[in-house]
């Protein structure tokens, strides 16, 4: 199977960046994709950005023009920088690989901003 351990979420004021990273580990099939969910309390989980093993990008609407996804494959790391974070972004951002036996997860890292 596969981890995911995501880090560098925390506190920011309005205007400032993070950037998150997610390490996978384990059964990693060379051809997937990783991306970046998040969920706001009371909200449901969404697509923030994902990218393939090919390089490929996609990015929900609210994020583009601030985020960035970038991956190194061979670290089999995918990482989020987050620039011009507004007070809506906080969340926790959750790390997925998906491959063809399907989707896995990461335990999560909050992201705060405050106004």
């Known amino acids: 199977q596969v981890q995911l351990v995501e880090s560098g979420g925390g506190l920011v004021q309005a205007g400032e960046s993070l950037r998150l990273s997610c390490a996978a580990s384990?059964?990693?099939?060379?051809?997937?994709?990783m991306g970046w969910y998040r969920q706001a309390p009371g909200k449901q989980r969404e697509l923030v950005a994902a990218?393939?093993?090919?390089?490929?990008?996609n990015y929900a609407d609210f994020v583009k023009g601030r985020f960035t996804i970038s991956r190194d494959n061979a670290k089999n790391t995918v990482y989020l920088q987050m620039n011009s974070l507004k007070p809506e972004d906080t969340a926790v951002y959750y790390c997925?690989?998906?491959?063809?036996?399907?989707?896995?997860w990461g335990q999560g890292t909050q992201v705060t901003v405050s106004s």
């Open positions: 997925n690989l998906l491959d063809r036996r399907g989707g896995f």
């Open positions: 384990g059964s990693i099939f060379s051809i997937n994709a």
């Open positions: 990218i393939s093993s090919g390089g490929s990008t």
